[in-house]
């Protein structure tokens, strides 16, 4: 076995954590990655508290928590950063809010936590920091259409210069639209769709359905943190930039489609204009398929595989 070597998920709890934590628990490849976790439970998966492993409950800024990740002894410790807002809807009406949480707040952790030997993993976004006019490379220059994607696109790079002063080592992972377990909190189009299809609620449609995502089931994204984390505690060679994603596009309306055919019944949606939503998001996003496969080689969950286990994950709750 590997030398083990401290994981430190900052929100690790909530729907990506909750993924990584059971990639990790799963696969005996992962031996050696010792998890622990930093979550204000605001955002935590149900179950979390079950979970048999080092934490500390609340805020990552804390003297608490900072005292919690110092006590992590090792050398080389791998932080994995996940928290922040994310909603890009809500960008535009709470700026300062989007500037404090994915900037100023994960700057002056970055500055009190990190020492010399630690790797700084930030989770980022892939299709908000650029316009879905083409195919996302971990190469394209930043072209965000919203101010969550500025801000994001801002994190990455301050972050990296901040951990580069602190002595430690920086990655960022993008990830595309991620759907799947532990999402019971989630309100993308996904998750909305297959509670209602479960409920008989009724769900609206922005535009005209046809605008597409890549959209990556959770697992795989578990899978590929952890894998990118056990490459670095092994000292194997990584990119700086990384991508997750399925490496395809789909639109709205075809994953309506998947998610009528897992739960043998139709949802019942309606269309809505949502012109000033629509106006600040891509149209299309799709993610490099060579960039995507760096993690994640050829075990790329389908698009409906990974609907089935999702509707399955909330018909069973």
Known sequence: MKNSSSLILVGGFGFVG????????DDPSF???SPAVIDDLSNAAPGHETLDLPFFAGDYQSGGALEFADGMKDEGRIFVFLAGETRVAESKDRPMDFIEANITAPSQFVMRA????DH???ISTAGALFDGTFEVRTSSAYCPKNFYG????AEELILEK???LRGGSFSVIRMTNVYGRHSEKKKSAIHAFTRAVLSGDKVFVNGDGRQSRDFIYSGDVGRGIATLARRLRDGEPTDRVNMLGAGESTSLMDVVEAIEAAAGKSLNYEKVPAADLLATEPRDVIASGEDVRVLLGDGITPL?????RTY???RDL
Do not use: M
């Open 312 to 314: 399955d994950f909330y």
């Open 150 to 153: 500025a801000t994001k696109a």
């Open 31 to 33: 031996e050696g990655l």
């Open 114 to 117: 990190v020492r010399p030997g």
């Open 162 to 164: 901040l951990v580069e």
């Open 120 to 122: 700084f993993i930030l």
């Open 304 to 308: 409906h595989e990974g609907i089935r």
């Open 18 to 25: 909750r993924n990584i934590l059971e990639a990790i628990a």
